[in-house]
């Protein structure tokens, strides 16, 4: 910090494809202690799906000085699929609170088109995000709240939207989401903010609705709308 110099680390080897690549991290609460960082990206080996895992730094000396990225330590928490035909909307945003829990917001992985995207025609998935924020069993467009375990596993945490996994997938705290890509979290009041952009309504279409920019606190685990309602 005294010099303001920076040093590479590591290179996490991913995928790099319309919106995808290394999207996001957060560190540990105790990273001071265990070097633990974790990070959303889309990796080299499978491109048709994101994954969010957990790496180890490699520090030396009294101090702890941080001298690179441990590849080999890693461990996946979680991993979904996405349609890599346009990956666009892809989220990616990480965050976390004062009790351990780890937010990851994932887009609807569907490009903007001049209307709304709920075309549920055979082939039309690009142009459906019933079929992904509006699906209670899919983890596209949605902020996902896990708790990591030292061990490297996830348990979920109470106050979920769907307890037990019952209804839809038990990692979802809020579904209804376009591109939650940043996200942030009050951690004295426990609310968690985000901004979505609206959809990309042209005008001369006469077929709403208006593309309403949004931004959402979530006082607790919600359907915050997209694609059945915006604004």
């Known amino acids: 910090a005294a010099s303001a110099a920076t040093h590479t680390l590591g290179q996490v080897p991913v995928a790099v494809h319309g919106e995808v690549g290394l999207l996001g991290l957060a560190t540990d609460r105790d990273v001071e202690r265990n070097g633990w960082i974790y990070l959303c990206f889309c990796p080299e080996a499978s491109p048709d799906t994101m994954r969010l895992a957990r790496f180890t730094l490699s520090c030396e000396g009294a101090a702890g000085r941080v001298t690179g990225l441990d590849l080999k330590s890693e461990r996946v928490l979680l991993e979904y699929p996405i349609d890599a035909r346009a990956a666009i909307h892809m989220g990616g945003g990480l965050a976390r609170d004062a009790h351990g829990l780890l937010y990851l917001g994932t887009g609807d992985n569907c490009p903007p088109i001049p209307e709304l ?9 690009l142009a459906d995000a019933l079929a992904t924020s509006g699906n209670t069993n899919d983890l596209r467009g949605k902020i996902l709240r896990i708790r990591p375990e030292p061990d490297g596993s996830v348990s979920i945490p109470e106050g979920n939207l769907f307890p037990g996994g019952e209804g839809g997938r038990p990692e979802i705290y809020c579904m209804g989401c376009r591109n939650p890509f940043r996200l942030s979290v009050d951690e004295a009041a426990g609310d968690v903010w985000w901004g979505d952009v609206g959809p990309n309504i042209q005008p001369e279409l006469r077929i709403g609705p208006n593309g309403y ?12 709308g997209w694609p059945h309602c915006v604004g």
């Open 117 to 125: 995207p709920v075309d549920q025609r055979p082939g039309q998935t």
């Open 213 to 224: 920019d949004e931004v959402h606190r979530a006082r607790a685990a919600g359907n915050f």
